[in-house]
């Protein structure tokens, strides 16, 4: 797994965060997140709102975005939580993060089903880009992390970028999309090989004349 991230330093962090609060637009977005749950039990809307302050976050600073001290505390405060609760939540789940990182955000995941079908050559072609397991490139653009199962398994190896999943990779297309991303172009979510959902890349292999008889039934409709 990758070392452990840096910590910044906690005066420059909160000399620059510790006057975070929502923008108006995200106020909003809190306010309708907390009145989802019944008086009383508004501490439940934290994991949202720690989502929001780190997407606040991630446009002030042009990443994917990340959640300084000061931040959890403004969130616990908002909600009248202590803070160690909101911090508990934070350190738990691997879609907060608690140090900086790049633009893009690469996750790769690295557990069983993916790494026997090929993660570590996704790993590899990252490596070979001069991406390093659990660093920011020096120009902002990507930060690299082996995360466990995010449930795509039938489709590894796969990678989540950001909030977006890409699968069925190999080492020249996980290349081709770290070269794309650098460049500002487009990518198409999911599958890399055209697969829809999980289907068999090859068509199907059970159930054959189910399928064809259903397909024919649609063409005479």
Known sequence: ????????????????????????ANEKLAKWQIAK????????????LLDLAQRQVGADTDTQGWLPVPVIEYVAAYLDMPYMRAYEV????TMYNLVPVGRFHVQVCGTTPCMLRGSDDVMAA???KGI?????????????????CMGNCSNAPMV???D??????????????????ADGKEIPVGSQIGRKTSEPKDGPIVL???????????KEW
């Open 208 to 218: 054959k004349e189910m399928v064809k008889a259903n397909h024919d039934y649609r």
């Open 164 to 181: 977006d999943n890409y699968e069925d990779l190999d080492y020249d297309i996980m290349t081709r999309i770290l070269e794309d991303l």
């Open 126 to 128: 990252c490596k070979n």
């Open 90 to 93: 934070a350190t738990f789940y």
């Open 1 to 24: 797994m990758a070392e452990a991230p840096t910590i910044p330093d906690e005066l420059e962090v909160r000399a620059k965060w510790g006057d975070f609060k929502f923008t108006p």
């Open 160 to 162: 989540q970028i950001n």
């Open 132 to 148: 390093a397991k659990g660093k920011t490139t020096p120009d902002g653009l990507f930060t690299l992390t082996e995360v466990e």
């Open 37 to 48: 749950y019944p008086e009383g039990r508004q501490k439940s809307a934290v994991m949202a």
